[in-house]
Structures are given as C-alpha cells and as structure tokens.
C-alpha cells in the first residue's frame, strides 16, 4: 500500500511558493489512479515524491508501511517502476538493451538466468520479439513506447507509475498502450498510477481519478465522482459537457450550445453565436430544421 500524509513541496527555498500542498491520497491496489489536472497542477511532481526521487518538504510517503526516506532508493526500485514522461538516452541501444535495463534493482548489470527470463517474458508480454535487435531509433514512437513498458515490465514491481505515457503518440498507438495498461492490472495484478491528458482516456480505463488543482487534490473518487463539470470546470478553467456511453462518462469539448450546423446541399457549415439570445438562437435552430427538411 502507498499511502502519502499531508505532503507538501516547494521548489522555493523559502517555501512561499508550494508546488504540492497538503496532499492526502492512498493509492488504490490492483487497479489505474488516474492523475489529471492543468499544466502545473504538480501531477508529476507528486508522482516524483511518491518515489522519493523528489524528496517531500513536509508530510510522510509510506510505501508498504514504510517512510520512503528511510528505505535505499535500490530497494524502492524493486516496488515501484516510474516511468517518466521524456526517455533521455545519451547511447544508443537496442530494444533487448533497454528491456535489460529493467532488472538493474535486481542483478547491478549481471544479468543471472531469472534476470534473463524476466526480459524473455516481458519481450513476449509487450510484442517486441520482433524488434529486440533494432536500435530505438529505428522503430516507430508507439513501438518504442512498448519497449519502455516491456522494460519497467522486467523491472517486476507491484507499482508502476507512468507520467503521461501518452504523450507523442497518434490515436491508435494511444488506444493500444491504455489497453496495454488496463491488461498490467487485470492480467498481471499490478497497482497503476498515471497521469493522463486526456480525461476521456481516465474515464475509459480508470478505477480512481484524482482530480488535482494548484498543487492539490481537488476531488477524488469513482470516474462518475470525478468527471462532472462541477469538477472539471474549474480543475481546467473550462466549461465541459458531460455524456454518457456504457455507463461511463465523456467529455465533449466543444461548446455545445453556441454551435450551429447549417446544410446546404452537400456542404455542411457550423457558425457559432456566443452572444445571442434565445430568440435568436431558437429563429436559427428552426431555420436549420427547415433546410434540412
């Protein structure tokens, strides 16, 4: 169990600027948290203290009961697999490298059968047997972003937190690392925590959401809890419609009420009029009837 007590950090030297304030979570197991908010929120810098990486100014992380503090950062490595949002690699290696990377924690860089057997399973697991002899530069973003899972795979640790995993990645290979994630818990009994952009991505796969604002926990609960616009609203200083499908709620982006779509023929035109009263809008919605009509 994580749990994180009254965490507060500062990247000022006196404190008056806090980047995480009075944070109180326990990280729900075997399941994905979901960690969403604004550029700046301190999503990652929560995650970094999570791990010890960023050592908290005030409050405790208990990592199994333990305080983070006191454990070597080579035995929280054996726990936690962190997966950071830039891959910064000043060599050039191949898939099967990086993936050995993993077991680090566990050998120091002498890899022993178990070592190897566990970059034999992750490569399995993630795909990628294809590909262990291609230089990361060779392959496509999404299959370089299997080959960092397949890697924090190896790493064999009951959490893994990955900060923003989706980032660079078109449609398709997003869908597909989600899918990849959601399976780390339901297959392989893992604890996943993540910060996602894309909020309808955190409502389709997520357990938990966290909501955080300004270095804070904002709302916290079930994806019908968390993904209201009485949440999101001011979380991203934006006005949100809410939908359902399967039970699960979406977000539209758009501004729903002030878009119009007139059909001309074969050309579809959307007008928007922020401005306009209900007379106004109720004469174009009945224009728009008679035309499509």
């Not at 290979?173 to 909020?199: A, C, N, R």
């Not at 050309?267 to 009509?293: C, G, L, R, T, Y």
Request: aromatic share 6%; charged share 25%; proline share 3%.
């Amino acid at each position: 169990m994580i749990e994180v007590k009254n965490i507060s950090q500062s990247y000022s030297r006196h404190n008056d600027n806090e980047t995480l304030s009075d944070i109180n979570i326990t990280v729900r197991e075997n399941t994905i948290t979901a960690l969403v908010g604004a550029n700046g929120a301190g999503k990652s810098t929560l995650l970094s203290v999570m791990t010890n990486l960023l050592p908290a100014k005030n409050g405790q992380v208990m990592l199994d009961g333990v305080d983070v503090r006191k454990i070597k950062t080579s035995e929280i490595a054996k726990k936690v697999a962190f997966l950071k949002q830039t891959h910064h690699l000043s060599i050039r290696i191949t898939v099967k490298d990086l993936v050995e990377y993993g077991r680090f924690p566990h050998c120091g860089g002498r890899l022993k059968d178990i070592d190897k057997e566990k970059v034999a399973e992750s490569i399995e697991y993630m795909n990628l047997e294809d590909l262990v002899d291609k230089y990361l530069d060779e392959i496509s973003g999404g299959q370089r972003q299997r080959a960092f899972i397949a890697m924090i795979l190896a790493q064999d640790t009951p959490y893994i937190f990955l900060d923003e995993p989706l980032n660079n990645l078109d449609i398709k290979y997003s869908v597909e690392m989600m899918k990849i994630v959601d399976k780390l818990v339901s297959d392989l009994g893992k604890t996943v925590v993540v910060v996602l952009h894309d909020i309808n991505f955190a409502a389709a796969y997520a357990g938990h959401i966290i909501a955080m604002k300004d270095g804070k926990v904002y709302k916290e609960g079930q994806p019908l809890d968390v993904i209201t616009p009485e949440v999101l609203n001011p979380v991203f200083d934006h006005d949100f419609h809410i939908t359902k499908h399967d039970g699960r709620p979406i977000c539209l982006y758009y501004d729903h009420n002030t878009k119009h779509i007139h059909n001309h023929g074969d050309h579809v035109h959307m007008h928007e009029h922020p401005h306009e009263d209900s007379d106004v809008q109720h004469a174009h919605q009945k224009e728009a009837s008679n035309e499509i009509n």
